[in-house]
């Protein structure tokens, strides 16, 4: 005890006389008190110089942008618009899983709502249909203009459909109609496809659906017309036969869309329960068989449906639009057309694009086989131009064809069939046996 009150009372004899040194006028000339205490006055308290500074504000064209060198620790916070949440968010999984809290948690997960960054699905058009030379079928027209127009109206005691299923056969140009109706309409769709109405986590897509819908809802809401585009719906919500797996996803994914369809502008995220009006986004959906889809989904009263058909007319039209820049005469499209009257819309482009494969094949052999991937991708001249090649009504007949032929074979051969219903052991040339082509 008496060693602790010896050692507190040196400490003190010592701060005293410190203290008693800088009130006096030596002062040890060291750095450790500063460069102020090196000036006292007689009363012993220091007395720093106040310096009388003017200050202006530096507009952004005074700075010199130049000056910045790289050893400037801040140099990149003028130019950083990136979000330190979405920069979590996509570092996800890029480093040990031990230093990254688990998936619901953390602070991995952006904090603002999916409608205030950019929609995946949004889709923008840049072009003016009214030069691009693209047809459109007047009924096709008719029908996807009026719904979403009536969708957007407020008629006396009227429940208006809220999803218009376009469906038809395959390659009728159902989607790009579609598009082509948007982009005259000024509309920016929202996009969604089949492939995202199933996930290995339930109920993901039909939380996706809500989202989306509130993404269109939401550019709605700021005054800009938009609507929910949904590809291919009996493929991704459909049952197609008995081998067809129906899972929780295709469940959920037909009761979110009766339940939009129902209340339209009552549209809540999974967690979310205020009652918070959204604006009212028309769907349009498009498939090959909406009989596969659930029946209480494709009623009246929240589907409006419309079978596309196109006529002859409809199809010369499409096909003028196709081979509008080759200069194929408007006499020589409708004989492509009338030659090949079972083949879809679709059926046209592939047949234009098969054209190419002279030219391509002619630049292979100039090029050499070992040579390609090194033109295509690492060349310094860039890619390859090539010139457009002449289309001839006999040469666009050949070709078709040759398409309609290897469609004939597909058809015929049917080798699953064989496969599974006997060994076949022996046989793997036994159609081109058989069609002489062996």
């Known amino acids: 005890m008496a060693s602790s009150v010896s050692t507190v009372a040196a400490a003190n004899k010592v701060l005293l006389s410190l203290n008693h040194t800088v009130a006096g006028t030596s002062v040890p000339s060291t750095a450790f008190f500063g460069k102020t205490l090196k000036k006292v006055n007689a009363k012993g308290t220091s007395s720093p110089k106040v310096l009388k500074r003017s200050f202006r504000i530096v507009g952004a064209q005074e700075i010199d942008e130049k000056k910045q060198t790289d050893q400037d620790r801040w140099k990149g916070l003028v130019t950083d618009m990136s979000d330190d949440q979405q920069d979590i968010t996509r570092g996800k999984g890029m480093v040990d899983p031990l230093f990254q809290a688990p998936v619901g948690t953390g602070t991995h997960h952006p904090v603002l709502s999916s409608y205030e960054y950019i929609s995946q699905g949004l889709r923008q058009y840049n072009l003016d249909n009214t030069l691009d030379g693209f047809y459109i079928a007047p009924a096709f027209m008719d029908k996807l203009v009026v719904h979403i127009t009536k969708n957007f109206l407020t008629l006396p005691n009227i429940k208006v459909p809220l999803i218009l299923g376009i469906w038809g056969g395959k390659g009728q140009g159902k989607s790009f109609q579609c598009e082509l109706v948007f982009r005259k309409m000024g509309i920016n769709p929202i996009m969604m496809s089949a492939g995202e109405l199933e996930s290995g986590n339930a109920g993901e897509p039909a939380k996706l659906i809500r989202q989306r819908y509130r993404e269109a809802a939401e550019i709605i809401r700021k005054g800009n017309m938009c609507v929910l585009f ?96 080759d200069s194929v005469p408007d006499e020589h499209v409708v004989r492509l057309v009338d030659a090949f009257p079972g083949q879809s819309i679709d059926f046209f482009g592939a047949l234009r694009a098969r054209v190419y494969d002279d030219e391509v094949r002619k630049w292979i052999e100039k090029t050499g086989i070992e040579q390609v991937g090194e033109k295509l991708l690492n060349s310094i001249e860039g890619p390859p131009k090539f010139e457009q090649p002449k289309m001839t009504i006999d040469k666009l007949l050949e070709y078709g064809y040759l398409l309609v032929q290897e469609q004939e074979n597909v058809k015929r051969v049917q080798l699953a069939d064989k496969y599974l219903k006997e060994a076949a052991l022996g046989d793997a040339n036994a159609d081109a046996i058989n069609t002489g082509n062996f």
Not at 251 to 276: C, H, R, S
Not at 296 to 317: H, N, Q, S, V
């Open 230 to 325: 949904i590809n291919d719906l009996d493929a991704g919500a459909g049952r197609m036969g008995g081998t067809t797996q129906y899972t929780v996803n295709n469940q959920m994914v037909n009761a979110t869309l009766m339940n939009i369809a129902d209340n339209p502008t009552n549209v809540q995220l999974p967690g979310m329960y205020n009652k918070q009006e959204n604006a009212r986004v028309p769907i349009i959906v498009t498939g090959n068989d909406f009989s596969t889809l659930y029946a209480p989904l494709i009623r009246d009263g929240r589907m409006e449906k419309f079978y596309w058909a196109p006529t002859r007319e409809d199809r010369i039209g499409v096909c003028k639009g196709i081979f509008r820049t």
